[in-house]
T-cell receptor
Framework: DAGVTQSPTHLIKTRGQQVTLRCSPK?????VSWYQQALGQGPQFIFQ???????QRGNFPDRFSGHQFPNYSSELNVNALLLGDSALYLC???????????FGSGTRLTVV | AQSVTQLGSHVSVSEGALVLLRCNYS??????LFWYVQYPNQGLQLLLK??????LVKGINGFEAEFKKSETSFHLTKPSAHMSDAAEYFC????????????FGAGTTVTVRA
């Protein structure tokens, strides 16, 4: 049973560019959350998607947007990249958004 | 709003010794509490969770945690450390109900000495 799959695993972008990260949830899960983990810190909640809608959002600017598809997979888009966006981006899935989440291995984004 | 404080950013223990990682939380409602472990260059793996059932929660790899409402704590313990326990550990809280996000502490890095 595949867990949460994220792609790509590593990415290097230039300031001002746009990036799309992808996530396939664990089989049977319908909810996808995205987190940003800066080096040496705990993950910070970006947003959660359920039934193809953004259900809850953390304190991130509008440059961060997302989408959930009918098969429950999700994308995270970041526009106008800043150096400070360099981080590990984690996707987490769950059933109905409760009771513990299964995390993927993350996408390491480096902005230069 | 909820928050989590993990006391001690680094803990070093000898192999076979007790592992104790401290977590205190603040929450306006009865919380859901979690401990996750992160190995280098990997995502987070759930160790255990408290969701208002038994206050002593047993998890994977011999870890357990006790929810103490009076102390607003959810400390993680393991009686005997193994070299494979070297990792970073995160405590997280969710307020449940209509709050779906996990709020994480800053993490505690565990080093195990042979």
């Amino acid at each position: 049973d595949a867990g949460v799959t994220q792609s790509p695993t590593h990415l290097i972008k230039t300031r001002g560019q746009q990036v799309t990260l992808r996530c396939s949830p664990k089989s049977g899960h319908d909810t996808v959350s995205w987190y940003q983990q800066a080096l040496g810190q705990g993950p910070q909640f970006i947003f959660q998607y359920y039934e193809e809608e953004e259900r809850q959002r953390g304190n991130f600017p509008d440059r961060f947007s997302g989408h959930q598809f009918p098969n429950y997979s999700s994308e995270l888009n970041v526009n106008a990249l800043l150096l400070g966006d360099s981080a590990l981006y984690l996707c987490a899935s769950s059933f109905l958004g409760r009771d513990g989440y299964t995390f993927g291995s993350g996408t390491r984004l480096t902005v230069v | 709003a909820q928050s989590v404080t993990q006391l001690g950013s680094h803990v070093s223990v000898s192999e076979g010794a007790l592992v104790l990682l401290r977590c205190n939380y603040s929450s306006s409602v009865p919380p859901y509490l979690f401990w996750y472990v992160q190995y280098p260059n990997q995502g987070l793996q759930l160790l255990l969770k408290y969701t208002s059932a038994a206050t002593l929660v047993k998890g994977i790899n011999g870890f357990e945690a006790e929810f103490k409402k009076s102390e607003t704590s959810f400390h993680l313990t393991k009686p005997s450390a193994h070299m494979s326990d070297a990792a970073e550990y995160f405590c997280a809280v969710s307020e449940g109900s209509n709050d779906y996000k996990l709020s994480f502490g800053a993490g505690t890095t565990v080093t195990v000495r042979a």
